[in-house]
């Protein structure tokens, strides 16, 4: 989750919001970096998840992810869950809930929805004070900025 933490840190230089993400291979070694680009970029999926994973696939040269873990600071939303279980990911480790736009629990549970054909292990809250801290200062600041 440190790697992470550190990516989400870096979204800040674009003004993005601060959501970081790895993607880990079987052995556990780092395959795919991400963070938020979308102010960056101008892209709607500019999401730290899918720059990660997109850097993942290109690293293994394969788009499954079988075997792989995302470790995000930040609970993915709809498309990033939709994304995690069509890359076949192994496993999930996220820090902060996203009651506004979580897809893995709060608001919709779409990576444990029993009529998809692949669902990932999830494991949540890793860090969460860490990662909750970072997205309230930055969305603090805007409000006073």
Do not use: Y
């Not at 102010?39 to 696939?57: F, I």
Request: aromatic share 4%; charged share 25%.
């Amino acid at each position: 989750m440190g790697v992470a933490l550190d990516e989400a840190r870096r979204s800040l230089e674009s003004d993005d919001v601060p959501v970081g993400a790895v993607v880990l291979d079987a052995s556990g070694e780092p395959v795919g970096l991400g963070r938020n680009v979308r102010e960056r970029d101008g892209d709607p999926t500019g999401h730290a998840e899918l720059v990660a994973c997109r850097q993942a696939a290109q690293a293994l040269g394969d788009w499954r992810l079988c075997g792989c873990t995302l470790v995000v600071t930040l609970e993915p939303c709809t498309m990033c869950a939709g994304a995690i279980v069509l890359a076949r990911l192994d496993r999930l480790v996220f820090g902060a809930f996203d009651a506004k736009a979580g897809a893995v629990g709060s608001l919709w549970d779409v990576v444990r929805d029993r009529r998809l054909n692949h669902r990932p292990e999830v494991v949540s809250g890793v860090r969460a004070v860490e990662c909750t801290a970072l997205l309230e200062d930055f969305f603090a600041r805007r409000r006073l900025g």
